[in-house]
Structure formats: structure tokens, C-alpha cells
């Protein structure tokens, strides 16, 4: 059982930055393929970012491309999406989740989620 914890959310203004971590614990994190998702009041959740198990291939959803930045520190189980150039449509509930195996950017394919945490950004 792989539990995810998510952190760093909270208020800023357009064009602010905000680091999300996200916490895991059980066993096998460098196993997983990790995502970040989001999901906006009235929305589907929405993928962000994903990053393979090794580090070596990330992906990003065309709307945060070249302001965000996915990464992970597999000796911390930690998995991080640093946001730069915040926009007020950025604003959403921001979820991780872990699957077994290659990263997808389909949320249905995922194990195990966090509980989520929220952004919004004000214009």
C-alpha cells in the first residue's frame, strides 16, 4: 500500500511561483511512475505532469509547458512540480498519484492518489 501526501499549495498572484511536494510512503517508490493531475470547480481532473520511475523521461500538458517543472528525489520518496509564472486558470485543486510501472497521462490508470491540494492564483 503506497500512501501519497501532498503539500505547498496555497494563495498567490499572476505571475507567482509555488513549489508542490508530495510526500509517499510504503515501499517501492523508485518503482513507480509518478503524475501530477489537477482539477478546477466544475472540471475533470485534468493531467499536468508525469515523470518516470528513473527520472528520465518527463511530459507535460501543453498549457504548462515551459512554466512547470515535474522532478523527484527517490531517496526522499518525494516527488516535486515546481510552478513558475502562475495564471489564474491555473487554479485547481492539484492532486499526485503512483502507478506500478510507466508514468500515463491517464488518471484512471493510477494505483493510489493524495488527497490533494489547493492552488489559486488571483489576477
Known amino acids: 500500500q503506497v500512501q501519497l501526501v501532498e503539500s505547498g499549495g496555497g494563495l498567490v498572484q499572476a505571475g507567482g511561483s509555488l513549489r508542490l511536494s508530495c510526500a509517499t510512503s510504503?515501499?517501492?517508490?523508485?518503482?513507480?511512475?509518478m503524475g501530477w493531475f489537477r482539477q478546477a470547480p466544475g472540471k475533470e481532473r485534468d493531467f499536468v505532469a508525469i515523470?518516470?520511475?528513473?527520472?528520465?523521461?518527463?511530459y507535460y500538458a501543453d498549457s504548462v509547458k515551459g512554466r512547470f517543472t515535474i522532478s523527484r528525489d527517490n531517496a526522499k520518496n518525494t516527488v516535486y512540480l515546481q510552478m513558475n509564472s502562475l495564471k489564474p486558470e491555473d487554479t485547481a485543486v492539484y492532486y499526485c498519484?503512483?502507478?506500478?510501472?510507466?508514468?500515463?497521462?491517464?488518471?484512471?490508470?493510477?494505483?493510489?492518489w493524495g488527497q490533494g491540494t489547493q492552488v489559486t492564483v488571483s489576477s
Open positions: 510504503g515501499r517501492g517508490f523508485n518503482r513507480y511512475g
Open positions: 498519484a503512483a502507478r506500478s510501472g510507466y508514468a500515463s497521462t491517464i488518471s484512471t490508470q493510477y494505483d493510489y
Open positions: 515523470i518516470s520511475w528513473n527520472s528520465g523521461s518527463t
